[in-house]
Protein backbone atom coordinates (compact mmCIF):
# COMPACT_ATOMS: atom_id res chain seq x y z
CA UNK A 1 0.00 0.00 0.00
CA UNK A 2 1.16 3.69 -0.50
CA UNK A 3 1.00 6.20 1.35
CA UNK A 4 -0.04 9.75 0.22
CA UNK A 5 0.19 13.04 1.82
CA UNK A 6 -1.09 16.33 -0.29
CA UNK A 7 0.09 20.01 1.09
CA UNK A 8 0.14 23.19 -0.53
CA UNK A 9 -3.43 24.19 -0.62
CA UNK A 10 -5.00 27.30 0.27
CA UNK A 11 -6.14 30.82 -0.17
CA UNK A 12 -5.73 32.50 -3.18
CA UNK A 13 -7.29 35.28 -5.53
CA UNK A 14 -8.39 34.93 -8.86
CA UNK A 15 -5.88 34.54 -11.62
CA UNK A 16 -3.40 33.55 -8.58
CA UNK A 17 -1.50 30.33 -8.39
CA UNK A 18 -0.42 27.28 -6.38
CA UNK A 19 1.27 23.83 -6.15
CA UNK A 20 0.21 21.45 -4.67
CA UNK A 21 2.44 18.65 -3.44
CA UNK A 22 1.65 14.56 -2.71
CA UNK A 23 4.10 12.77 -1.26
CA UNK A 24 4.17 8.90 -1.77
CA UNK A 25 5.98 5.99 0.44
CA UNK A 26 5.65 2.90 1.00
CA UNK A 27 5.92 1.92 -2.26
CA UNK A 28 8.38 3.18 -4.87
CA UNK A 29 6.10 4.85 -7.44
CA UNK A 30 7.95 4.13 -10.23
CA UNK A 31 5.06 1.68 -11.91
CA UNK A 32 2.49 3.24 -10.97
CA UNK A 33 -0.01 6.57 -12.12
CA UNK A 34 -0.39 9.24 -9.82
CA UNK A 35 -3.45 11.36 -10.10
CA UNK A 36 -4.90 14.53 -8.95
CA UNK A 37 -8.60 14.45 -8.43
CA UNK A 38 -11.19 17.77 -6.88
CA UNK A 39 -14.75 17.23 -4.94
CA UNK A 40 -16.72 19.97 -4.06
CA UNK A 41 -19.74 19.45 -1.48
CA UNK A 42 -22.47 17.89 -2.90
CA UNK A 43 -20.25 16.64 -6.09
CA UNK A 44 -19.07 13.97 -7.42
CA UNK A 45 -15.10 13.56 -7.27
CA UNK A 46 -13.81 14.76 -10.77
CA UNK A 47 -10.79 13.48 -12.64
CA UNK A 48 -8.03 16.84 -12.96
CA UNK A 49 -4.64 15.57 -13.99
CA UNK A 50 -2.72 12.28 -14.40
CA UNK A 51 1.11 11.17 -14.55
CA UNK A 52 2.86 8.23 -15.94
CA UNK A 53 5.59 7.58 -13.24
CA UNK A 54 8.17 5.68 -15.47
CA UNK A 55 7.77 8.10 -18.65
CA UNK A 56 6.12 11.55 -17.11
CA UNK A 57 3.48 11.57 -19.93
CA UNK A 58 0.48 13.37 -18.90
CA UNK A 59 -3.21 14.01 -19.35
CA UNK A 60 -5.52 16.52 -18.24
CA UNK A 61 -9.42 17.42 -17.68
CA UNK A 62 -10.33 19.58 -20.82
CA UNK A 63 -11.64 22.27 -17.55
CA UNK A 64 -7.89 22.36 -16.81
CA UNK A 65 -5.47 22.21 -19.90
CA UNK A 66 -3.39 24.91 -20.52
CA UNK A 67 -3.35 26.26 -16.57
CA UNK A 68 -2.25 23.16 -14.57
CA UNK A 69 1.14 21.15 -15.27
CA UNK A 70 1.90 18.05 -13.51
CA UNK A 71 5.25 16.60 -12.92
CA UNK A 72 6.89 14.71 -10.59
CA UNK A 73 10.45 14.71 -8.97
CA UNK A 74 11.54 10.92 -8.85
CA UNK A 75 14.26 11.58 -5.62
CA UNK A 76 12.08 12.49 -3.80
CA UNK A 77 8.67 10.04 -4.60
CA UNK A 78 6.92 13.42 -5.11
CA UNK A 79 4.16 14.59 -7.47
CA UNK A 80 3.39 17.88 -8.02
CA UNK A 81 -0.09 19.86 -9.54
CA UNK A 82 1.08 23.79 -10.96
CA UNK A 83 -1.94 25.93 -10.89
CA UNK A 84 -2.11 29.05 -13.05
CA UNK A 85 -4.37 31.36 -13.93
CA UNK A 86 -6.96 30.13 -11.36
CA UNK A 87 -10.50 30.69 -11.10
CA UNK A 88 -13.43 30.77 -8.36
CA UNK A 89 -14.90 27.07 -9.64
CA UNK A 90 -11.43 25.73 -9.08
CA UNK A 91 -12.00 26.26 -5.69
CA UNK A 92 -12.59 22.20 -4.31
CA UNK A 93 -10.72 19.34 -1.67
CA UNK A 94 -7.96 18.50 -3.90
CA UNK A 95 -6.83 14.66 -3.05
CA UNK A 96 -3.80 12.87 -4.73
CA UNK A 97 -4.25 9.34 -5.82
CA UNK A 98 -2.38 6.38 -6.97
CA UNK A 99 -2.69 3.13 -8.97
CA UNK A 100 -0.91 0.57 -10.65
CA UNK A 101 -0.01 1.62 -14.44
CA UNK A 102 -2.54 -1.45 -15.27
CA UNK A 103 -5.14 -0.92 -12.93
CA UNK A 104 -8.28 1.23 -13.79
CA UNK A 105 -8.85 1.96 -9.97
CA UNK A 106 -7.29 4.11 -7.85
CA UNK A 107 -7.11 2.57 -4.59
CA UNK A 108 -4.87 4.39 -2.84
CA UNK A 109 -5.54 8.09 -1.65
CA UNK A 110 -4.47 11.09 0.29
CA UNK A 111 -6.39 12.57 2.82
CA UNK A 112 -7.36 15.98 0.27
CA UNK A 113 -6.39 19.64 0.60
CA UNK A 114 -8.52 22.56 0.26
CA UNK A 115 -8.18 24.99 -2.80
CA UNK A 116 -10.04 28.44 -2.36
CA UNK A 117 -9.80 31.07 -5.18
CA UNK A 118 -11.59 34.20 -4.66
CA UNK A 119 -13.42 36.38 -6.76
Known amino acids: QVHLVESGGGLVQAGGSLRLSCAASGRTPRFYTMAWFRQTPGKEREFVAA????????NYADSVKGRFTMSRDNAKSTGYLEMNSLKPEDTAVYFCAMKPILSRTYNDWGQGTQVTISS
Open 51 to 58: ITWSDGST
